[in-house]
C-alpha cells in the first residue's frame, strides 16, 4: 500500500448520491487513497455530507467552475498520487477491494494505465443492473471500431497528463473520449484490462440527457477524430450503438 492513488470526485447539488459515493472510497480495503472532492458551489447539503462521512476526504474545493471538465481539471492539478482515477458523485466502486485490484496491476511499472467493466444500474437502486458495459484487452484501431474503455474505470499514472494534457475543455460532452483516443490512439500508451466489474454506474449524465445532447457528444467525437488525424467516417459511431445495444442484452454473472 505504498503508492498514493488519487480518486477525484466531482460533484454539484449531489446530496442524494453522494453519501454512497464517500462510503464506497471510505470502506475500500486499499487505504492509500487521496479522495479529493472538487464541488461546483452546490446550493444543497452537499458540503455537509461530505463533512459528515468524509473525514476520510484530502482535499475539498467548492467554488464555481466551468463544468464537468473544467473540475475534473482543477482535481487533476491537485493530486499527488502516483496512480489518479475519477469516482462520480452519483457512482459507487463495485465492491471494497476494486482500489486493491488496481493497485496490483499498477505495481508493474511497464503499465501506463488500466480499466475494467463496468455496469449502469437503477438511480433508486445499485443492486438493479440495467446495462453491462463490458470491456477487453486494447488493441490499435478498437476507437475506429467504436470501442473504447469505460472512462469511470479508468486509472491512469499522473505523467500521462503531465505529459499528454488535461481533459479539453472546449468539448462540453465528450472530453472523456477526446483524452482517451489521445492517450490511447494518438500517443499508443500501454495497457491493462481488469476482467473485473469495477464500478456502478446509476443511470443518467448529461451526454445522455436529452436527444439534442447525445447529437452534440457525437459531433464532439467526430471533432476529437480529425483533431488526432483519424479520418473515420460513420464507422465509429455505427459499431458504437451496435455495442450499446449489446450492452442491453448481456448480463453479467454477478453484479
Same mark, same amino acid.
Given at each position: 500500500?505504498?503508492?498514493?492513488? #488519487?480518486?477525484?470526485?466531482?460533484?454539484?447539488?449531489?446530496?442524494?448520491?453522494?453519501?454512497?459515493?464517500?462510503r #464506497?472510497?471510505? &470502506?475500500?480495503?486499499?487505504?492509500?487513497? &487521496?479522495?479529493?472532492?472538487?464541488?461546483?458551489?452546490?446550493?444543497?447539503?452537499?458540503?455537509?455530507?461530505? @463533512?459528515?462521512?468524509?473525514?476520510?476526504?484530502?482535499?475539498?474545493?467548492?467554488?464555481?467552475?466551468?463544468?464537468?471538465?473544467?473540475?475534473?481539471?482543477?482535481?487533476? @492539478?491537485?493530486?499527488?498520487?502516483?496512480?489518479?482515477?475519477?469516482?462520480?458523485?452519483?457512482?459507487?466502486f463495485?465492491?471494497?477491494?476494486?482500489?486493491?485490484?488496481?493497485? *496490483?496491476?499498477?505495481?508493474? *511499472?511497464?503499465?501506463?494505465?488500466?480499466?475494467?467493466?463496468?455496469?449502469?444500474?437503477?438511480?433508486?437502486?445499485?443492486?438493479?443492473?440495467?446495462?453491462?458495459?463490458k470491456?477487453?484487452?486494447?488493441?490499435?484501431?478498437?476507437?475506429?471500431? %467504436?470501442?473504447?474503455?469505460?472512462?469511470?474505470? /479508468?486509472?491512469?499514472?499522473?505523467?500521462?497528463? *503531465?505529459?499528454?494534457?488535461?481533459?479539453?475543455?472546449?468539448?462540453?460532452?465528450?472530453?472523456?473520449?477526446?483524452?482517451?483516443?489521445r492517450?490511447?490512439?494518438?500517443?499508443?500508451?500501454?495497457?491493462?484490462?481488469?476482467?473485473?466489474?469495477?464500478v456502478?454506474?446509476?443511470?443518467? %449524465? =448529461?451526454?445522455?440527457?436529452?436527444?439534442?445532447?447525445?447529437?452534440?457528444?457525437? !459531433?464532439?467525437?467526430?471533432? =476529437?477524430? !480529425?483533431?488526432?488525424? /483519424?479520418?473515420?467516417?460513420?464507422?465509429?459511431?455505427?459499431?458504437?450503438?451496435?455495442?450499446?445495444?449489446?450492452?442491453?442484452? !448481456?448480463?453479467? &454473472?454477478?453484479?
Amino acid at each position: 500500500m505504498s503508492m498514493k492513488i #488519487s480518486v477525484i470526485t466531482v460533484c454539484y447539488n449531489s446530496a442524494g448520491t453522494i453519501g454512497d459515493t464517500l462510503r #464506497s472510497v471510505r &470502506e475500500q480495503t486499499y487505504k492509500n487513497i &487521496e479522495h479529493i472532492i472538487i464541488d461546483g458551489g452546490s446550493k444543497d447539503n452537499t458540503l455537509e455530507i461530505v @463533512a459528515a462521512l468524509g473525514p476520510h476526504v484530502a482535499t475539498l474545493v467548492s467554488e464555481r467552475d466551468s463544468g464537468i471538465f473544467d473540475a475534473m481539471n482543477k482535481g487533476l @492539478a491537485l493530486a499527488t498520487g502516483k496512480i489518479i482515477g475519477f469516482l462520480n458523485s452519483d457512482d459507487v466502486f463495485a465492491n471494497k477491494d476494486v482500489v486493491s485490484k488496481i493497485a *496490483q496491476t499498477m505495481a508493474d *511499472q511497464s503499465i501506463d494505465a488500466c480499466y475494467g467493466d463496468l455496469i449502469y444500474v437503477a438511480q433508486d437502486d445499485v443492486n438493479k443492473v440495467v446495462r453491462y458495459w463490458k470491456s477487453r484487452e486494447y488493441k490499435n484501431g478498437l476507437f475506429q471500431r %467504436g470501442w473504447v474503455p469505460a472512462h469511470p474505470t /479508468f486509472y491512469a499514472r499522473r505523467k500521462l497528463y *503531465q505529459d499528454y494534457g488535461y481533459f479539453d475543455i472546449d468539448l462540453r460532452l465528450a472530453a472523456d473520449f477526446d483524452i482517451l483516443l489521445r492517450f490511447f490512439e494518438a500517443h499508443r500508451i500501454s495497457s491493462a484490462y481488469i476482467p473485473d466489474i469495477l464500478v456502478k454506474m446509476r443511470l443518467g %449524465g =448529461a451526454s445522455n440527457a436529452s436527444f439534442s445532447n447525445v447529437l452534440q457528444q457525437n !459531433r464532439e467525437i467526430a471533432m =476529437a477524430f !480529425r483533431k488526432y488525424g /483519424f479520418n473515420v467516417g460513420m464507422k465509429p459511431f455505427i459499431f458504437k450503438l451496435l455495442l450499446r445495444f449489446l450492452q442491453f442484452i !448481456r448480463k453479467p &454473472e454477478s453484479p
